[in-house]
């Protein structure tokens, strides 16, 4: 139990255009849902933090008008980083949480993505 | 603030026992974890352990947790060559978010 899947799992794209990640709780509703980047050899970042239904919380220096974060249902939420740079190439990472079972948040496999 | 920070490396040989260090600044941590990252892959929940607990022992895995030094380990046994990953500390503070802080990560290479 508790999968969380991500698509895609890779995405190349050129600078300017917009790109959606999905990230789907396969087997419990997530409530919570985080979103992570993780650079070369580094750690993960956290980027915002979604509940469902409501606006997203993003962490400190993240633009909300770039990363647009939605979470419309119970099962999913969609990252979509517009007008994409190549510095916006990264690991993008989510993370769900399932009220029932406490605070553990289960992860994505995570998607690459390269702006060109 | 909020500050974890772990030891890049780590090289031991196949059989032996690995030790990894986190250190961490934030006194108000209720949970601390151990995740595990393959290469290009996510994150794969090893084990946690409470605040308020010095030790956990799950099969290979021992966690150590030093509240006073704010320093917490991981000690794999008999590390096998699949062993190699990345592994990251986080810890989850108080409060409603509950969100993780996550180490800077340590580099485990198992040598055959």
């Known amino acids: 139990g508790a999968v969380v899947s991500q698509h895609p799992s890779w995405v190349i794209c050129k600078s300017g255009t917009s790109v959606k990640i999905e990230c789907r709780s396969l087997?419990?509703?997530?409530?919570?849902m985080f979103w992570y980047r993780q650079f070369p050899k580094q750690s993960l970042m956290l980027m915002a933090t979604s509940n469902e239904g409501s606006k997203a919380t993003y962490e400190q220096g993240v633009e909300k008008d770039k990363f647009l974060i939605n979470h419309a249902s119970l099962t999913l939420s969609t990252l979509t980083v517009t007008s994409a740079h190549p510095e916006d190439s990264s690991f993008y990472i989510c993370?769900?949480?399932?009220?029932?079972?406490?605070?553990?948040?289960?992860f994505g496999p995570g998607t690459r993505l390269t702006v060109t | 603030g909020e500050d974890v920070e772990q030891s890049l490396f780590l090289s031991v040989r196949e059989g032996d026992s690995s030790v990894i260090n986190c250190t961490y600044t934030d006194s108000s941590s209720t949970y601390l974890y151990w995740y595990k990252q393959e290469p290009g892959a996510g994150l794969q929940l090893l084990t946690y352990i409470f605040s308020n607990m010095d030790m956990k022992q799950d099969q290979r895995l021992t966690v150590l947790l030093n509240k006073k030094d704010k320093h917490l380990s991981l000690r794999i046994a008999d590390t096998q060559t699949g062993d190699s990953a990345i592994y990251f500390c986080a810890e989850t503070l108080g409060g409603a978010t509950n969100k993780l802080i996550f180490g800077t990560g340590t580099l485990l290479a198992v040598q055959p």
């Open positions: 993370s769900a949480r399932d009220w029932t079972s406490g605070y553990e948040q289960y």
């Open positions: 087997d419990f509703q997530a409530t919570t």
